[in-house]
Every structure is written in C-alpha cells, then in structure tokens.
C-alpha cells in the first residue's frame, strides 16, 4: 500500500465513526431524498444517494414492484444509522403522505379504491391501499367465511374505506362491502332472456353454481347440455368461463336460473336435414332393452334400431347382436322431428352393404380371379357365401 492510500484509510474506528457521523448529519428524519438502487435482495434495497450515503428500504417499507438496479427512488429518511452503516428509508411514507389526502377524499365520497394484501394478521389482514397501510378485517374480506387468510396475500382486489382514523393515519377497508355494492348494481342489471359470460365458482351434483358479475346462477344439470348428463364435472369445472342465457330470474328469493345448452342449437332442429332417410351413417350404442336397441348417433340424438332390424338372422334377445359401446352401422329408416323419435335398421345397412361388395366381387371375378396363397385360383363354389347370406336375409311381412 502507498502513501497516497494510507492516508486515504482513517487511522481508527473513531475516525471512522466521525466521519460517518459528518455524513449523517447531511440529512435528517422526515427528510424525503432521492436516490439510484445499487442492489436488490429479499430484504430490502440498497439506495445510492449521491454524493452523500447509501440508503437501505426494507422489504415492507418498498411500494414500487420488481425494483431493479440504476432505477430512480424516491424515499424519506427513518432512521440515520440502522447500525449497519445505512440511513434507514421508507418509499411507503413518501407514497402514504402524498396519497392520504386523496384517500380521505375517496372515504367521504364513499369510493371504492384499489387494495393489494400484504400480510395475513390475527383477525384479518394488513393491505397496502396507495402507499398506505390498511387493515381488512376477516369477516369483511367475503361475503362468506374465510378460512384462510392468507391466499389474499399479494391478491390485488377492489376495497372500501369504512374508517379513516386521521389522527395516526390509519384506514380499516372492507372487501365484502364492495361486493355488495356490485352484487347490488349487477341485480338492477340481470334480466331473462339476456346471454351472458360467468365462471364456474363451484359443482354440485345437481348443477353448477356460475358467477355471473357479482351474483351466482345455477345451470341445472339438465340445462348443461342437449344430451344426458350424469354429472356437471362431465361438462365443465371450477374456474371455467362460459356463455349461458338466463331462463328465469326470482329477485326476491335471489334466485338465477341458467342454460349452457340453450347456445347451442337444438338437436331434432336441423334432424332430418342431416340425417335423411335411405342414408347409411355411424352410431354408437347406448342402451339395450328388450325390443331394440338405442344408438347414439351425435350427443343428444339417439334412435332406436328395433329387436327386427338388428340382424340379418331372426335372433332371441337383441344382445345376441350387438352390445353397449359397439360402434354399427346403421339406415335411417324415419326422422319425426316433432316426437324427437328416428327409426334406424342394421339389418337394412347390412343387406345393402352386401349387396354391394357382392355386386364389386362378381365384377372383379370376371376381370381377374382370386388366388390363394400357394398361387391356385379359388374354386367357384367358396366364393358363393355373399349370395347365401342374401338369401337368408328375412323379407319384409
């Protein structure tokens, strides 16, 4: 180390106190001063302040989010020594005085104001309401019970000021009093008849309670979908967002009554048009009874193939050709929109599709005969099993 150096390092932890004691005395508390951050941590940030010292803002002192490196920071001065050789500083002080009129301002009109929680206390939780500290109590966070406070912490939520203590600069706020107001404004508003979007909130097994700006509706189970539903959790969840018409409305009781299915067409509507009769077209089967069998030909439209039309053969009991869940092939025999009913028939299906290939296979027999797998030509009479099944097909009575 050189001279130059040596004479630069106080000779001593008394100098060393002096000389920071001449710092300090540049500022003093309630000062409001402007500095550069120069580091951030999980406590707090370090403040540069020109040409004078460096500041420390504990993490519950800082208003402004994501603070980063070189940002500018306005603070006032706490404390001058925090015995870590900082001037202890708070952002939140700067913000609370320069808000406090304003907030005053917001109580005696009765306006709501923007809130973020901050820490979850004993009887409620503490909230930063434009730089100022606020105190929700837990019955006034909802409209109903709070369990657990602290999933609000961090949560940005919409709040009025119910008391201002001026004196100590202290406000109580209520989240529950907001949603009432809304709750109130959004009952004026709600007519039958109107489409509007909400969100799931919760299940039950007879329908889904759905928030539709500040007052629950139910959408039934039935009101779900066109097609028969076992439980709502098959159609939507929590936290889903939906359009749904309202069905009825009972302002006295409170009551909504919701559809999800009515913003969809109806079924049996356009029916005939998309499945006409003599067409062929895919199905699942759904129920089996003794005289026939249900298929499920799009969710919500079902037909019913007849214990007659379920084989080529005459059969005892409709298992014996076919089985819930198999996927045929079925004929469209009637569509009557009006009774929401459509006849189909897997024998009709089947004897045209035979037809069919019997026809394809008697065309290419005379172009190029069938070989087996030794290279020999197939005898005639094995490949006459498409003109035996034909016959055996049962005539109409």
Not at 215 to 221: E, F, I, K, P, R
Not at 334 to 340: L, R, S, Y
Request: proline share 3%; glycine share 6%.
């Amino acid at each position: 180390m050189n001279d130059m150096e040596k004479n630069q390092v106080p000779e001593s932890n008394e100098d060393f106190a002096a000389m920071l004691e001449e710092t300090m005395i540049k500022f003093r508390p309630g000062q409001i001063v402007k500095g550069v951050i120069a580091q951030v941590s999980d406590d707090g940030v370090v403040v540069s302040i020109p040409g004078k010292a460096d500041g420390f803002i504990k993490k519950n002192d800082l208003v402004t989010e994501d603070c980063k490196v070189d940002d500018e920071i306005e603070a006032e001065v706490v404390k001058l020594n925090d015995g870590d050789g900082y001037v202890l500083m708070s952002e939140r002080k700067v913000m609370a005085s320069k808000n406090w009129d304003r907030l005053v301002a917001e109580y005696d009109t009765g306006a709501c104001v923007e809130a973020t929680g901050r820490e979850a206390v004993n009887g409620g939780l503490i909230a930063d309401v434009m730089g100022v500290r606020a105190f929700i109590p837990a019955s006034h966070l909802s409209r109903r019970y709070v369990e657990n406070i602290s999933e609000f912490v961090g949560k940005t939520m919409m709040v009025k000021i119910i008391e201002v203590d001026k004196t100590k600069h202290r406000i109580v706020a209520s989240r529950k009093a907001y949603l009432n107001e809304e709750k109130k404004k959004a009952w004026e508003n709600i007519e039958k008849d109107q489409v509007v979007t909400g969100t799931v909130r919760r299940l039950a097994d007879f329908g889904a309670f759905v928030d539709i700006g500040g007052v629950d509706g139910l959408v039934h189970v039935t009101d779900l979908a066109w097609h028969r539903v076992k439980h709502p959790s098959e159609v939507v969840a929590p936290g889903d967002v939906i359009t749904v018409k309202i069905t009825n409305v009972d302002k006295e009781k409170e009551r909504i009554q919701l559809s999800l299915k009515a913003m969809t067409p109806q079924p049996w509507e356009t029916a005939e048009e998309r499945y006409p009769v003599g067409s062929i077209v895919e199905g699942k089967v759904v129920r089996i009874t003794t005289f026939g069998a249900f298929v499920e030909l799009e969710p919500g439209l079902d037909g019913l193939v007849h214990i007659s039309q379920c084989a080529l053969k005459r059969i005892n009991k409709v298992e014996d050709a076919v089985q819930v869940g198999q996927i045929v092939r079925v004929k469209v025999l009637k569509v009557d929109k009006e009774a929401k009913r459509i006849s189909l028939s897997i024998r009709e299906a089947l004897t045209e599709e035979v037809d069919y290939n019997a026809e394809v296979q008697d065309f290419e027999f005379e172009q190029e005969p069938e070989y087996d797998a030794e290279g020999a030509e197939y005898p005639a009479e094995e490949v006459e099993y498409v003109e035996e099944a034909a016959e055996e097909v049962p005539t109409e009575e």
